[in-house]
């Protein structure tokens, strides 16, 4: 009988060990996991934090690119009017010369006019 419980005991004491053994097991498993948690909670803090930043730096790009386009299409309605501007000047140029070289043609026939029948009769009525 004493046998038997000796039996007996090393049983229950082999499995307590072995019990022993799986919750050390269990523990470091749980510990493991738990650091891993607070590892991918860290990094989902870090991304999360990153998203925010990129999320403003879009809508500040969003807004440059407003501004950008805006300005853009001032400059452009700027460089055709300043193109109309030149073509229109071009023009005038043109109409103004050919207005001078008129002018000029109308003094000329006036001097010769001048030359022609004024003159004359003036040095006849000065003699």
Excluded: W
Aim: charged share 45%; glycine share 2%; proline share 1%.
């Amino acid at each position: 009988e004493l046998r038997r419980a000796r039996e007996t005991l090393d049983e229950i004491e082999h499995k307590k060990a072995e019990e022993a053994e799986n919750r050390v097991i269990v523990y470091e498993r749980a510990r493991n996991l738990e650091n891993e948690i607070t590892t991918v909670e860290a990094g989902l803090k870090t991304k999360t934090m990153s998203l925010r930043r990129n999320k403003i730096a879009l809508e500040e790009t969003e807004e440059d690119r407003t501004v950008a386009m805006t300005l853009r299409t001032k400059l452009e309605l700027q460089c055709k009017e300043g193109e109309e501007n030149v073509n229109m000047g071009e023009a005038n140029l043109v109409k103004n010369k050919r207005e001078i070289e008129e002018l000029n043609a109308k003094i000329a026939e006036a001097k010769e006019k001048l030359k022609s029948q004024v003159l004359p009769v003036f040095e006849d009525a000065k003699e």
